[in-house]
């Protein structure tokens, strides 16, 4: 058996001798930084957009409940004919379904103005920079 030798080489020098070793470490902390702050915005924007749609809903269902309380109760006391009450009833419910089907555009565009807006960059705060050792 012979040995052979091997052709890898352990060095510890930099890929780019020009970059110092706390630039690259700032700009590495930096782009995991915007990662997990884009993942954030996305959370955060996601979660928005379902609760407008899941508003949006429960304020339609409550003006067409009030709508055919109020159809129904004119019925009852005899403001409306029985021949008139059957399209009344056919309009409510058409305009609480386009009233639905509006809400799923909604909660997109609002899903969509929120990450397109810019990102509010904070100053950084005495207790920050102590944190990192600066003055």
Do not use: C
């Amino acid at each position: 058996m012979t040995a052979t030798a091997s052709t890898r080489r352990n060095d510890k020098t930099p890929a780019s001798p020009s970059v110092s070793p706390s630039i690259a470490e700032d700009s590495q902390a930096n782009a995991v930084r915007e990662v997990l702050m884009h993942a954030a915005r996305i959370q955060l924007a996601s979660i928005t957009a379902a609760s407008r749609f899941f508003a949006g809903w429960a304020q339609s269902a409550e003006r067409y409940t009030q709508a055919l309380s109020d159809e129904l109760l004119d019925r009852v006391h005899g403001e409306t004919a029985p021949s008139e009450l059957i399209g009344r009833l056919a309009s409510v419910s058409s305009l609480h379904l386009l009233e639905l089907t509006a809400l799923p555009n909604a909660a997109v565009s609002h899903f969509n103005n929120q990450l397109t807006k810019p990102a509010k960059t904070r100053k950084r705060t005495r207790r920050a920079a102590k944190r990192e050792g600066v003055t």
